[in-house]
Antibody, heavy 123, light 108 residues
Framework: QLQLQESGPGLVKPSETLSLTCTVS??????????WGWIRQPPGKGLEWIGT???????YYNPSLKSRVIISVDTSKNQFSLKLSSVTAADTAVYHC???????????????WGQGTLVTVSS | EIVLTQSPGTLSLSPGERATLSCRAS???????LAWYHQKPGQAPRLLIY???SRATGIPDRFSGSGSGTDFTLTISRLEPEDFVVYYC?????????FGQGTRLEIK
């Protein structure tokens, strides 16, 4: 059974960089049918896609966050990571990692999700 | 960016009733790349429907999706107590991936 688990600091100071890691177990992050993404949800609000990465390192970002986001992958550790710079209180959210598929030229939505980790931006 | 508008914002029904949730896209979706999720409090979203009408693994057949182009519907034929949560639609064919603002299904 595939599992994803987010980890990282739960508190980040304004103007600093938020860093999270997603560890994938029960499957290989190098499987060429799948992409790996980050989605966030401010408390009591809706879902926002942050970006997605392929095991080769190809990345796709939400234009609204692109100038501040870096997503990277470490296939040797079966992990991928998120860095969000210059954070403000508006970046306070539960951050989820998730998997989506591209199989036989057909895209699939995020089907496996991590439980999410709350990151609060505050001094 | 494709904007998804869900209606209603809140739907009040009783267990056993039929629920119809709507998702309208600001432009036609390629290949019906429309998904539905539900989210229980404190949990990650769970995929219900993909490709507008295909049920995800393990999803009961009381959940069904329909629609194409810009108008999509999630129907829950007979509401169970565990169905009274928040539902989101998502388009995943055009970047950026976007979500609707959600419909809250509450017990009447």
């Amino acid at each position: 059974q595939l599992q994803l688990q987010e980890s990282g600091p739960g508190l980040v100071k304004p103007s600093e960089t938020l860093s999270l890691t997603c560890t994938v177990s029960g499957g290989s992050i190098s499987n060429n049918n799948y992409y790996w993404g980050w989605i966030r949800q401010p408390p009591g609000k809706g879902l926002e896609w942050i970006g997605t990465i392929y095991y080769s390192g190809s990345t796709y970002y939400n234009p609204s966050l692109k100038s501040r986001v870096i997503i990277s992958v470490d296939t040797s550790k079966n992990q991928f990571s998120l860095k969000l710079s210059s954070v403000t209180a508006a970046d306070t959210a539960v951050y989820h990692c998730a998997r989506r598929g591209l199989i036989s030229a057909i895209w699939y939505p995020f089907d496996y999700w991590g439980q999410g980790t709350l990151v609060t931006v505050s001094s | 960016e494709i904007v998804l508008t869900q209606s209603p914002g809140t739907l009040s029904l009783s267990p056993g009733e039929r629920a119809t949730l709507s998702c309208r896209a600001s432009q036609s979706l390629s290949s019906s790349y429309l998904a539905w999720y539900h989210q229980k409090p404190g949990q990650a979203p769970r995929l219900l429907i993909y490709g507008a009408s295909s049920r995800a693994t393990g999803i009961p057949d009381r959940f069904s999706g329909s629609g194409s182009g810009t108008d999509f519907t999630l129907t829950i034929s007979r509401l169970e107590p565990e169905d009274f949560v928040v539902y989101y639609c998502q388009q995943y064919g055009t970047s950026p991936i976007t979500f609707g603002q959600g419909t809250r299904l509450e017990i009447k």
